[in-house]
């Protein structure tokens, strides 16, 4: 008999020269930080205020201000507040954070 | 606890998981069903592998070097031999290894912008001084690659470190939206014996017997000069090579260039008197391109105040805002091709000394 990946040798089918489990180490490791939460969603915007985040992109701060704005004539909300990031690759700066905790709801976006 | 005394567990975020073998097809499947992996044949990480890797460098695998964004992953010194196993490498680099994983984690570097970007940006590791004959790198012929093993794989644990430990997988963190080879591996050795210049990790003020770069930019960009025997027409090609719009140092002042000089154009340069600074100033004066060219290929900047106040559109701006953002080192063996590596931009070069 011919194992097709064995060949002709009986003993290696009867599993002498069978390769056994092995055991390895996982690559990621731990996480240092903890898990973030997400902020509380609002039931409704009305009078509610809404700031905008520039992420840098361009033509960011146009698409996020429009989107703004028309949610806000849809609900009733308000825009409070339009601003940016001083580089799209950097995090925003702790005074652009603060700024933004006027606004119950903050339009931004990500990548390009 | 050692190791080999890990308890058994399961799959996804455990740390230890059984294998039916150590096949290349297992392995595979293993890294496949997580995300995990390069796509080519890895070396299984088994604790014996990985102990013995830490036992011949002494290291203390507890020991942390640095928290790797995206996913603010721990990189203490037995994860990241767990991933230098996983990417083949011989016990005797991990100290390499370690060093530009600190390299990496420094601040300066803005590691997060690096492994989120859309641009395709790779850490270039460099390693130099006695590490590169201790540890076999190749600083000659093929120093970019293939071949040696000490160079590919070092900088494909470095990779393993960014998609693992930092979780940027591409389209899953790492949004490059094409990628480039050297984010496979992408480690060369500077060749210290053929610079006519001091070392340059000592040219950076790191005074060790042997240090790491690491570099966050794009794939090489050979320029050859087969007749001059002198320096200006040699790196007027560097600099024809630096100024294009097609690099992020167009739109980012503060991006570096590092200029890799084959040993024979340093010697024609050096030949003439000139030194590194000298090299560093002539490409610094001469990469530029028209404020009107630049301004016309991009509506955003990251200038310097001093370089976007400039309003006269026939001025010659330069390609980066300072000198000293032209690094300049010497590898490579005979022939006359040299390099330009230019860089993402919102990151800066950090060089470090090995730990033994």
């Known amino acids: 008999m011919r194992d097709p990946e064995l060949g002709h040798d009986e003993e290696r089918h009867r599993g002498s020269g069978a390769v056994s489990a092995v055991r390895v180490l996982t690559p990621p490791g731990t996480v240092v930080t903890s898990p973030l939460v997400a902020a509380p969603g609002v039931s409704s915007l009305g009078g509610q205020s809404i700031g905008v985040l520039d992420n840098g992109k361009p033509n960011a701060r146009l698409l996020l201000t429009t989107i703004a704005e028309r949610v806000a004539a849809r609900t009733g909300a308000t825009l409070a507040l339009v601003t940016g990031k001083a580089t799209a690759a950097e995090p925003a700066e702790p005074e652009i954070l603060r700024q933004l905790e006027a606004a119950r709801v903050v339009v931004t976006g990500s990548a390009d | ?356």
Request: glycine letters at 8%.
């Open chain 2, 1 to 356: 606890m050692a190791l080999l005394d890990q308890p058994l567990s399961g799959d996804g975020d455990d740390e230890v998981v059984e294998l039916a073998d150590e096949s290349p097809e297992s392995l595979f499947e293993f890294l496949a069903a997580r995300g995990w992996g390069d796509g080519l044949p890895v070396v299984a990480p088994t604790a014996a592998r990985v102990e013995r890797m830490l036992v011949a460098c002494d290291a203390d695998p507890d020991t942390l070097l640095g928290v790797v964004p995206l996913r603010d992953g721990a990189a203490t010194m037995r994860t990241v031999a767990i991933n230098a196993v996983l990417a083949g490498c011989p016990p005797e680099v991990l100290p390499v290894v370690a060093a530009a994983v600190r390299a990496l984690t420094r601040p300066e570097v803005n590691l997060r912008g690096v492994q989120a970007t859309t641009h395709p940006v790779a850490p270039l590791v460099i390693v130099h001084g006695e590490a590169v004959e201790r540890y076999g790198f190749n600083a000659t012929t093929g120093t970019f690659g293939p071949g040696n093993r000490a160079n590919a794989t070092v900088g494909r644990a470095v990779r393993f470190v960014l998609l693992h430990v930092g979780g940027a997988r591409p389209g899953a963190g790492d949004a490059a939206t094409q990628g480039q080879p050297s984010k496979y591996t992408y480690c060369i050795a500077e060749h210290g014996a053929a610079s006519p210049w001091p070392a340059y990790h000592r040219s950076r003020g790191v005074d060790a017997p042997s240090a790491v770069t690491v570099a966050c930019g794009e794939n090489p960009h050979n320029f050859h000069d087969m007749e001059s025997d002198e320096p200006v027409r040699v790196l007027t090609k560097a600099a024809s090579v630096m100024a294009t719009l097609g690099t992020n140092n167009a739109c980012i002042s503060q991006g570096e260039f590092f200029v890799v000089l084959c040993p024979e154009h340093a010697a024609t340069i050096a030949a003439r008197g000139w030194s590194r600074g000298d090299v560093q100033a002539f490409l610094y004066e001469q990469a530029r391109l028209p404020r009107a060219t630049l301004r016309r290929a991009f509506d955003i900047v990251a200038w310097q105040p001093w370089l976007a106040a400039i309003e006269d559109d026939a001025a010659l701006l330069p390609m980066t805002d300072h000198p000293d953002n032209v690094r300049v080192l010497v590898a490579g063996g005979p022939g006359k091709h040299s390099c330009v590596i230019p860089s993402w931009g919102m990151t800066k070069s950090v060089t470090v000394a090995v730990e033994p």
